[in-house]
């Protein structure tokens, strides 16, 4: 499995394999506000090549609220959202990205890893096809949960503008 990420379409495809044209399936996504970018704390969704990392929350139930890559216990809905308005939310699964390219996305002051960049669910209620996340690449909790069961650890992506 491959994954390709568009900025500029707001879309996630996973493809089979690298050299593959037909995607197996595409997702509507939303990247960081502050626009493209891998700097520590610049609030930007980092380009090039990346692994996922880490999968994280097999087996939680959808809207599983995370904090520090450990669900609380909450299960997110509107009540919690209007007890909490500026939390950023991080829901349902979380899989967590490391670049591969030295002074791209690996090490130092550009580390997507160190930089905690994820593919993770948000509330349902806010948009996709737009740029309004923290640097992480936002998608509906269904989509994350689809793509979570598709793919392994060490599954490739290219991050492109």
């Keep these: 499995m491959f994954l390709h990420l568009s900025i500029s379409k707001q879309q996630l495809a996973l493809f089979s394999d690298e050299s593959a044209s037909i995607p197996v399936k595409t997702y509507s996504v939303s ?6 970018g891998a ?5 930007k969704t980092p380009v090039g090549r990346h692994i996922v990392r880490a999968k994280i929350g097999a087996g939680q139930p959808l809207n599983t ?3 520090g890559r450990r669900p609380t216990g909450e299960i ?3 009540a919690l959202a209007k007890a909490h308005p500026k939390r950023d939310w991080i829901l349902t699964r979380i899989l967590w990205l490391s ?9 130092g002051q550009v580390d997507t890893m160190q930089r905690y960049i994820y593919l993770h669910g948000t509330p349902d209620s806010e948009p996709m096809g737009e740029p309004l996340s923290h640097g992480c690449v936002r998608m509906r909790n269904t989509d994350i949960l689809d793509l979570f069961d598709r793919i392994p650890a060490g599954t490739e992506m290219v991050i492109e503008a």
């Design 76 to 78: 997110y809905n509107e």
């Design 39 to 43: 700097e520590k704390n610049s609030g």
């Design 65 to 67: 609220v995370f904090v």
């Design 99 to 107: 670049g591969l390219e030295k002074g791209v996305n690996r090490l």
């Design 31 to 36: 990247t960081a506000l502050n626009g493209i």
